[in-house]
Structures are given as C-alpha cells and as structure tokens.
T-cell receptor
Framework: NAGVTQTPKFQVLKTGQSMTLQCAQD?????MYWYRQDPGMGLRLIYY???????DKGEVPNGYNVSRLNKREFSLRLESAAPSQTSVYFC????????????FGPGTRLTVL | SQQGEEDPQALSIQEGENATMNCSYK?????LQWYRQNSGRGLVHLIL?????REKHSGRLRVTLDTSKKSSSLLITASRAADTASYFC????????????FGQGTRLTINP
C-alpha cells in the first residue's frame, strides 16, 4: 500500500496564479484533512472531510477550496495565490474522524512569489 | 488557536539519556495523540491515549495523561540519535468536533 500520496512535491507560483494540490489514500479511510505548516510552527487545519460527500472549514480556510472527489481523493485549490500562502501543505487521512490516528502524506512545499 | 502547547520548545540531550516533553491543553478531550516529524517529512503517529486512560507504553515510549490538569507527558527512554525530530501533541474536542488540533511542537536533539 502506498498510504497517503500527494502531488506535486514542490511548486513555485506567482501571486495571483491558481493551482490544485492532489491527495489520495489507499487505506479505505473515511476522513481526510488538509493542513499547512509554517516554519517553527505546528500544523494548522485548513479544511477537512469527515466522510465522503462532506467538507468543513478548519482553522485557516480563507483563500482555499476543497473537493472530496471520492472516498480516496481530496484536493485543495488555491484560486488566487498570495505570498502568505507560502508554506508546506500536508494531507492526512484517518479511519474515522478524530477517534483514530492520522496518516500523513510527504507534503507539498509551495512558494508564492 | 492552538489547543495543545508543548514544553519545552527545544530540548537537547546526550544519547542514552531520557527525554521528557509535556503538553497542556484547554478543553475536555476524547483522546490525545503524539506524533513525530523528522526534518522535511510528514508526521508519523506514535501513540494515542484516551481520556479514560492514565498511562500507556509503546516500546521506549511512555505517555501519561492527567485530565484534571489537562496535561500529558511523553517520555522517551534510552534515547538514540534517530530520535532526533520534532514531537507534537494533538487533541480532539470532547464537544464533538471531528478534528485534531496540534501544538507547536518540541524540537528534540540527541547528541552522540
């Protein structure tokens, strides 16, 4: 099993450009999450999907949109990138919401110029 | 805002010594989890302790939970160079929020 995969690994954008970060899991998990991590900081939740067909805002949702495409895939879209969105983005999944451990992808390092 | 706060922010010890990290949180929880992050990598789950448990062991890891003080500690015994990493606690919310909130982490350095 590949676990949680994320693409791309690295991305450089110019201010105002858009892009979609892809995430997929092959563990048949119900819940999926998008976090961002800034230098020296913990993870902050952007959006999550407790189950297929549902999405909810986390702590820092502004400037982002998400799509739970199916049970396996959960994408994060930046419609108009800003330098403040320069960060490392992690996708994670768990069997069921916060009752179980989360499995993390390797991360996407995004720089917005 | 962060639910969990780790203490200390950074810890440097000699190989073979024990390392203790603490986490405090604010609201009632169902469970508390500890994760490790090696530099430039994703987080890896270490241990989960539920609110009705007081202590849990996994290999060289020992986690305690004191719900009356809203605090937890992670003890790593007989540390190794490979334990060098950042360690994060994460808590859910007993009120029903279906998500975890992570602290800012403790950066642990094991010196050979």
């Amino acid at each position: 099993n590949a676990g949680v995969t994320q693409t791309p690994k690295f991305q450089v954008l110019k201010t105002g450009q858009s892009m979609t970060l892809q995430c997929a899991q092959d563990m048949n998990h119900n819940s999926m999450y998008w976090y961002r991590q800034d230098p020296g900081m913990g993870l902050r939740l952007i959006y999550y999907s407790a189950s297929e067909g549902t999405t909810d805002k986390g702590e820092v949702p502004n400037g982002y949109n998400v799509s739970r495409l199916n049970k396996r895939e959960f994408s994060l879209r930046l419609e108009s990138a800003a330098p403040s969105q320069t960060s490392v983005y992690f996708c994670a999944s768990s069997i069921r919401s916060s009752y179980n451990e989360q499995f993390f992808g390797p991360g996407t390092r995004l720089t917005v110029l | 805002s962060q639910q969990g706060e780790e203490d200390p922010q950074a810890l440097s010890i000699q190989e073979g010594e024990n390392a203790t990290m603490n986490c405090s949180y604010k609201t009632s929880i169902n469970n508390l989890q500890w994760y490790r992050q090696n530099s430039g990598r994703g987080l890896v789950h270490l241990i989960l302790i539920r609110s009705n448990e007081r202590e849990k062991h996994s290999g060289r890891l020992r986690v305690t939970l004191d719900t009356s003080k809203k605090s937890s500690s992670l003890l790593i015994t007989a540390s190794r160079a490979a334990d060098t990493a950042s360690y994060f606690c994460a808590t859910d919310n007993a009120a029903g929020a279906q998500k975890l909130v992570f602290g800012q982490g403790t950066r642990l350095t094991i010196n050979p």
